[in-house]
């Protein structure tokens, strides 16, 4: 079954506590479950909404995926070298004077 065709859940998630596994059917569920966390343990919860999933494909696919990152991360890193470099002010080069004996 395509990924479109599953019905959407949301998360509950804490940053600080890796453990989240319940998946909740509908927003209003999750926040309130996020609200009474946090009223518990006194420390911020986030409700998130699955959005997409990986899931295990012939190897094609996988080496299809893995090249598509790598030119995203590529992109992404000579974008922000291009982005420093114009920020960058150049540099005065000082030439020191000698002085007479």
Same mark, same amino acid.
């Given at each position: 079954?395509?990924?479109?065709e599953?019905?959407e859940f949301?998360l509950?998630? @804490?940053?600080?506590n890796?453990?989240t596994?319940?998946? +909740? =059917? !509908?927003?209003?569920?999750a926040q309130?479950?996020a609200? +009474?966390?946090?009223n518990? +343990? $006194?420390?911020k919860?986030h409700?998130l909404?699955?959005? $997409?999933? *990986? !899931?295990?494909g @012939?190897? =094609? ?6 090249k598509? +990152? ?6 992404? *890193?000579l974008k922000?070298?291009e ?5 960058q ?13």
């Open positions: 079954m395509p990924y479109t599953r019905p949301y509950v998630y @804490n940053p600080s890796f453990h596994r319940y998946r +909740h =059917d !509908t927003f209003e569920q309130a479950e609200q +009474h966390l946090s518990v +343990h $006194g420390c919860f409700v909404k699955a959005l $997409g999933r *990986a !899931t295990p @012939n190897q =094609d696919e996988q080496e299809a995926s893995k598509a +990152h790598i030119e995203r991360e590529a992109k992404k *890193a922000k070298k982005k420093l470099a114009v920020e002010p150049k540099r005065k080069t000082l030439t020191l004077k000698k002085k007479k004996a």
